[in-house]
């Protein structure tokens, strides 16, 4: 199961030394950032996606990784849905638009590490993205992530640049781009944001009703929120603690749940999902950036730790 926004439709063993990985070494297979408060993984072989954040003294694994669909990867949109079974595209999955995908497609195809490098506290990979809706298609296109972790926050930089040749899917479509989808346990059942008009002000937060999905229903995935003023969702458990992604740059999030599932863990068909979105036309040369936070903890550490990245991030721009 893949998540799309609601327009599209469901879409370092940490070290002291730098590594770098060429095509023939297959040796590593994850990296890892840690420290007193939390841990953080990514599986290189999966395009880099991260695939684990635990509590530094806990290995209870809040990602979801069912599919190859899951994960917290990038992926993006661009062109118009065309009809590709001839070319081998998925029955369920048609038709579709141009769409990379960091860490596989719906058969289970992955996506090729190109370099990688892991410091301490910091990470960076390159892959080449499949296309999700194709049967083993590497996008034409090369995806780089870069990763610092900070106490009980994981500060994230995206880059997409693409070469495209083919003529297929048109261009300057004008397409809201998951930056990045975020998919997590379903035990983190509770959905929550700031939906007033007075962001950064320390008003209280709200729970929101999570859009449950119908299974087999692509037509309405997820729910969609255009007043999320402090660009932040989170999904928490009973006690409020749990996980949220804050992005700056987006303009509207979407998320849900899928099955009603609500103690599922990292391996479950059930799953809870957040995709902040910034809408963008890609075309054959574009490069995108984007750059992301999740922060772990309880809803109100949560809360102070974006406060603290809103203010920095203004004071940096002045």
Same mark, same amino acid.
């Given at each position: ?101 960091? *860490? ?6 992955? +996506?090729?590490? %190109?370099?990688?490098?892991? &410091?301490?506290?910091? /990470? $960076? ?47 300057? *479509? ?6 990045? +989808?975020?998919? %997590?346990?379903?035990?983190? &059942?509770?959905?929550? /944001? $700031? ?124």
């Amino acid at each position: 199961m893949k998540g799309l926004t609601i327009l599209m439709s469901l879409i370092l063993l940490a070290s002291s030394a730098t590594a770098q990985q060429t095509k023939s070494d297959k040796a590593v297979k994850s990296l890892s950032l840690h420290n007193s408060k939390i841990c953080v993984k990514q599986d290189l072989t999966r395009g880099g996606a991260i695939n684990y954040i635990s509590l530094a003294d806990r290995d209870r694994n809040i990602v979801n990784i069912h599919d190859e669909g899951r994960y917290i990867q990038q992926s993006y949109y661009a062109g118009n849905s065309v009809d590709r079974r001839s070319d081998g595209q998925s029955d369920f999955w048609t038709p579709w638009c141009w769409n990379p995908i960091q *860490v596989g497609d719906y058969a289970a195809n992955r +996506a090729e590490i %190109l370099e990688y490098e892991s &410091k301490g506290k910091y /990470s $960076y990979v390159k892959c080449i993205p499949m296309l999700w809706d194709m049967d083993n298609s590497p996008a034409e296109a090369t995806m780089e992530q870069w990763v610092e972790l900070k106490g009980n926050v994981i500060k994230v930089r995206n880059r997409l640049t693409c070469h495209r040749t083919d003529n297929v899917y048109g261009e300057g *479509v004008p397409m809201p781009q998951e930056i990045p +989808a975020v998919y %997590l346990i379903s035990s983190l &059942k509770h959905l929550f /944001s $700031y939906f007033g008009d007075n962001p950064f002000s320390g008003e209280p937060i709200d729970a929101t009703k999570v859009v449950q999905i119908i299974v087999g229903d692509p037509e309405h995935p997820w729910g969609h929120y255009e007043n999320i003023t402090e660009k932040w969702m989170a999904f928490v458990d009973d006690s409020l603690w749990g996980c949220a992604v804050y992005t700056p740059s987006a303009t509207v999030f979407t998320a849900g749940r899928y099955d009603a599932v609500f103690d599922g863990e990292s391996d479950d068909d059930g799953t809870v999902y957040i995709a902040p979105n910034r809408t963008e036309k890609l075309m054959k040369d574009s490069v995108m950036d984007s750059e992301y936070y999740l922060v772990v903890g309880s809803l109100e550490q949560i809360r102070k730790e974006i406060y603290k990245i809103h203010k920095r991030l203004n004071k940096s721009n002045r």
